[in-house]
């Protein structure tokens, strides 16, 4: 098992340095660059333009060199934990990053439990009582909230929020604690705000986890080795969660690493509408300024999170199933 | 042969499965007995229900099927226990399963689950019917598994079922089935899965393990090679129904059923070392959804009588010696 986790934590190396070149193109592709942008926006304001101190502000910032260079200067900073600076914050980009990021991550990881707490049990019942009333129902519920738009059940919370509470943004704390320092009540007082937008980003992917929960373990209830277990005189709860239960969780398990980027673009929907301070809207601004560290870093370290996401369930899936730990 | 008591009497089990095609009457009308230490063999075309039989003595028979009628009476201890009226899920045929009667499956590849130790999976059985603890139970499980002749069993206990070889997984599968000394073990064609070396060994194991552990044994098979090495006696079963049923040295000698006859002559040379698949008879088994009326073979039995076999289900007679056979032919009038 640990070399398997070995191995395939070097599989990583070759992935990030791909990654990081998809980064970097993805930033270099619109045509010009900040001081393009820059340039526009001094011109628009009327403002004199002096073509040498741009110039000079591009030798500065190192836009004037290679493309391969500046590559390496941009990974070079990178590991060094340097992200550079934004050009639009005029600001160190992982200080931004550093003050957004937790939140995002916050939610997510929120999400991504509340979605699991609801789908696998759901699932285990829908699946082990087919065609029930019960099953009919979570069915019924599961298409409503994988037809529902995150925005729009976003702006619903948002409207309801608003009736009930008379704020406007929902926000991630209650105004005492804004700006208090961290305790327990703190926390707790986190927590009671998280679950929205953690709903909010969650809810098309539990309804996706709770189909694929039930059909996974439909389809094992039929195996012979589940007829066998029961041959047994196992019980049939037992029987349920040691064999077929384990088995149905693969496919489910597999799911985490390509969850997490779901949930980031969920995220930014809802963080959007729901007035959160977190990385999704920063990145949206970076973009629609040409603000590249800052656009970069971000897609750089959201890429990033979601290799760990497949690490992670890889090693999930390992565990849950002996045969793939011989295949790397 | 003397009597020892009787173990389990099947009377008149029937057990169809419901789907939107219509109703399947796997299992329609089969009676035997079979008494403590005794081999019964039960043979047929494929799809002729062998499988739903010993399901529904088990009383695991997937959920789209059902026992509607008849009765399963099982011995133990002076009393008997109709097991069509228990619970399927309940504690008592909990007790059984495993306990008292034991299955080998159908397919050794299938049957073990992939993601646990075949250890995991025979201690289970172990700690579900014997009180003991974790460690005993894997001395239990490594002394059952060494007593199947499986090489190495102390490493191999804790090798993942894909891992071994189908021989292996056919050895482990009889170990576990075996672990807790059933009364009956039901094996489903415990030699189809492996090659002919494997399929001789399995053979003599079950023999000596039934003989030193005084289990009664229902080999269900395709193979009549098999049940003449094996069994006591025979049931052949033709589209859900026990057409024929005599001790095993009679039905070889004198079968009686036209089908059984045809069986029969089909296999040119019994005796050891000699195998042959029953696919003899002209015409195809016909399709489950649609029986043919009176009696189920009518239609490729040349000795066909009109206007009685395809209109008369032929009754149950009981020749002398314990031969009971389903066939007009030996209706007395
Ligand atoms: N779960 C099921 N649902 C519907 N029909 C079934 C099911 N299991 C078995 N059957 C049907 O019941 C009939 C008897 O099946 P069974 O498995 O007992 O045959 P068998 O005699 O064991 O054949 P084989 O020699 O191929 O194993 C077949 O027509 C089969 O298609
Ligand atoms: S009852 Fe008639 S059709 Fe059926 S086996 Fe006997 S002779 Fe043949
Ligand atoms: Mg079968």
Known sequence: MWSFILRRILLMVPTLFV??????????????????????????????VDP???????????????????????????????????????????????????????????SFFLAYAIAIPIGLYSATRQYSLGDYFFTLIGFIGLATPNFLLALLILWYYFVATGNVAVGLFSDEYLIAPWSFAKFIDLLKHLWLPALVVGTAGTAGLIRVMRANLLDELERP???????????????????????????????????????????????????????????????LSQDMFLAGSVVM????LTLVGTLLSDIVLAWLDPRIRGAI | MTQSPLLLSVDNLATHFFSQEGILEAVDGVSFDIHAGEALGIAGESGCGKSVTAQSILRIVPKNGKIVMGEISLFQNGESVDLVQLDDRGQEIRQIRGGEIAMVFQEPMAAFSMVYTIGNQITEVIRLHQDCSQNEARDRAIEMLRRVGMPKPEQTIDAYPFALSGGMRQRAMIAMALSCHPALLIADEPTTAVDVTIQAQVLELMKDLQRDMGMALIVITHDLAVISELC????????????????????????????????????????????????????????????????????????????????HLPPQIELAGGHRVRCHLYVQD
């Open chain 2, 232 to 311: 006591d006696r025979v049931m052949i079963m033709y589209l859900g129904k026990d057409v024929e049923s005599a001790p095993a040295d009679v039905i070889f000698r004198d079968p009686k059923h036209p089908y059984t006859i045809g069986l029969l002559r089909s296999v040119p040379e019994l005796g050891e070392g000699h195998s042959q698949e029953l696919d003899p008879i002209s015409g195809s088994v016909p399709s489950p959804y649609r029986r043919p009326s009176g009696c189920p073979f009518h239609p490729r039995c040349p000795e066909f009588i009109p206007d009685v076999c395809d209109v």
């Open chain 1, 52 to 110: 040498a101190e741009i110039e000079s502000l591009r030798k500065r910032y190192g836009l004037d060199a290679p493309t391969y260079v500046r590559y390496f200067r941009w990974l070079g900073n990178i590991m060094q934990g340097n992200l550079g600076r934004s050009l639009e914050w005029n600001q160190p980009v992982s200080k931004l990053v550093a003050d957004r990021l937790p939140w995002s991550l916050a939610i997510s990881v929120a």
């Open chain 1, 225 to 287: 080795y589940v007829m066998v277990a029961r041959s047994k005189g196992l019980s049939e709860g037992k029987l349920l969660v040691k064999y077929p239960f384990r088995i149905a969780m693969n496919p489910v398990a597999s799911t985490i690493g390509w969850t997490l980027p779901t949930l980031v673009n969920g995220e930014l929907l809802a963080s959007l509408v729901l007035g959160l301070p977190t990385i999704a809207p920063l990145f949206v601004g970076a973009l």
């Open chain 1, 19 to 48: 990654v990081s070149v998809i980064s970097f193109v993805i930033i270099e592709a619109p045509p010009g660059d900040f001081m393009d942008s820059y340039v526009n926006a001094l011109l628009q304001e009327q403002e004199a």
């Open chain 1, 301 to 304: 370290i959201l890429s990033t």
